[in-house]
């Protein structure tokens, strides 16, 4: 019954040829794009948004209508709905035996396709204070597209007394409001006009590897509340760990030297892998190189924050305390906004691919390979060179030239 649906219905669709697929859960080696589920599988969608890659489909299939129905709703529904659309509503498919339709004996299939559209489960908290961020469709258009939204002020102020639990609700719900009225449309209006300019000076062939604007809504004082992006998706054929590592310097480095912007997050889970390469998402925190703030301006006191409490400078404080970074190049950016917070935490992260779950099955790494270990001795030289006071690595560029020097090696042996 499943293979004949899987032949009848999805094998010959662009999307089932690119994307991972298995039946059922239980070997589910890493998270998989479209995943079928037979009868004596759980439905709920409790415990199949965590299998699925962002944008990734689920298909019920059962012999028994009232099942599909049952499972429809408790998708449609699920969190208060809109963790997941319904692409195909409860179908009926007829399964003659050896497709000889003049037998008058015939199976009926009962399936329906949902998709998870929402990148992290709907009221789920976290340390971090986030915009909505889902897939839809827009009237017209047959292709997903990312649509980054203001969080309503409830939402904030729920995260925050999930955070601060003793505080003073009055007082969280003005600090919500300033997160929702000021600094989130001010972030999100930057983030539009940073994606505008890196599709105008990154060259060409680079320009698809960061996210497009299609369309962003204003309120009244000019601020961006809705943006509209192209997806890029995860997924499509496994690269090797160097590839990883040298596609992702290669892209830091266009972004550095010709579109002269500094993420500033590059956190793995703002890396994706799609068919066409590494790309980058997220470029809320991104500056333009040499950008300065007004001393007074919320823009100066929001960076400094950030400068002061994000990941990766807390990590960068860390490692130069413990002395796992000796590079004065790299020990000066701590607190700064600066092209070696980039170049640093991509230096971290080409060692630990599989640290975002998305990328498993995505990029090939085995900690105990020659790869591994070669781009492990690349990394601890770029933290801890020979020489403290005049490293080796400055810059993106710099490491793209020794990942492509491990590269050759690895060719020659």
Excluded at 8 to 37: M, N, Y
Excluded at 38 to 54: C, G, K, M, S, V
Excluded at 253 to 268: E, N
Excluded at 284 to 307: D, I, K, Q, W, Y
Aim: with cysteine; aromatic share 8%.
């Amino acid at each position: 019954m499943v293979q004949w649906l899987i032949k009848k219905r999805f094998t010959r669709t662009p999307e089932f040829q690119r994307t991972t697929h298995a039946v059922g859960t239980q070997s589910l080696p890493d998270l998989v794009d479209l995943l079928i589920l037979t009868p004596a599988e759980t439905h709920d969608p409790e415990n199949i948004f965590p299998l699925l890659r962002w944008g990734g489909q689920v298909v019920v299939v059962s012999r028994d209508l009232a099942s599909i129905h049952q499972a429809a709703k408790a998708y449609r529904d699920w969190c208060g709905g809109g963790g997941w659309v319904i692409e195909t509503p409860p179908t009926t498919l007829k399964k003659y035996p050896l497709n000889l339709r003049f037998l008058l004996f015939k199976t009926r299939v009962h399936f329906l396709v949902a998709r998870k559209v929402a990148l992290v489960r709907p009221g789920d908290s976290s340390d971090r204070f986030t915009y909505n961020v889902m897939l839809a469709k827009n009237p017209g258009r047959t292709e997903y597209e990312v649509i980054k939204q203001v969080p309503s002020t409830e939402r904030v102020l729920a995260r925050l007394r999930d955070k601060f639990p003793e505080a003073d609700l009055e007082t969280l719900r003005r600090r919500a409001r300033k997160f929702t009225e000021k600094i989130f449309p001010v972030f999100l209006t930057r983030e539009t006009a940073i994606l505008k300019l890196l599709q105008r000076d990154l060259p060409k062939q680079f320009r698809h590897l960061v996210p497009r604007v299609l369309h962003a809504d204003q309120d009244q004082q000019g601020y961006i509340r809705t943006l509209h992006l192209n997806w890029l998706r995860n997924g499509g054929a496994p690269i090797s760990q160097i590839e990883f590592a040298k596609q992702s310097a290669e892209l830091l480095t266009a972004l550095h030297d010709d579109a002269k912007v500094i993420h500033l997050d590059l956190r793995l889970d703002n890396f994706v892998i799609t068919p066409d390469g590494v790309g980058f998402v997220d470029f809320g925190s991104a500056v333009r190189v040499g950008e300065h703030f007004p001393e007074e301006s919320l823009l100066n006191t929001l960076f400094e924050e950030m400068m002061r409490t994000s990941q990766i400078q807390r990590m960068l404080g860390k490692m130069s305390d413990t002395g796992m970074v000796t590079s004065q190049e790299i020990r000066s950016c701590y607190g700064r906004i600066d092209k070696g917070v980039d170049f640093f935490y991509l230096a971290v992260q080409i060692n630990s691919p599989h640290s975002n779950p998305d990328f498993k099955g995505l990029v090939k790494f085995d900690p105990k390979s020659r790869e591994a270990e070669e781009l492990g001795k690349l990394t601890e030289l770029i933290l801890r060179p020979t020489d403290t006071a005049d490293a080796q690595f400055k810059s993106a560029k710099d490491i793209l030239a020794g990942i492509l020097e491990v590269e050759k090696r690895l060719k020659q042996k």
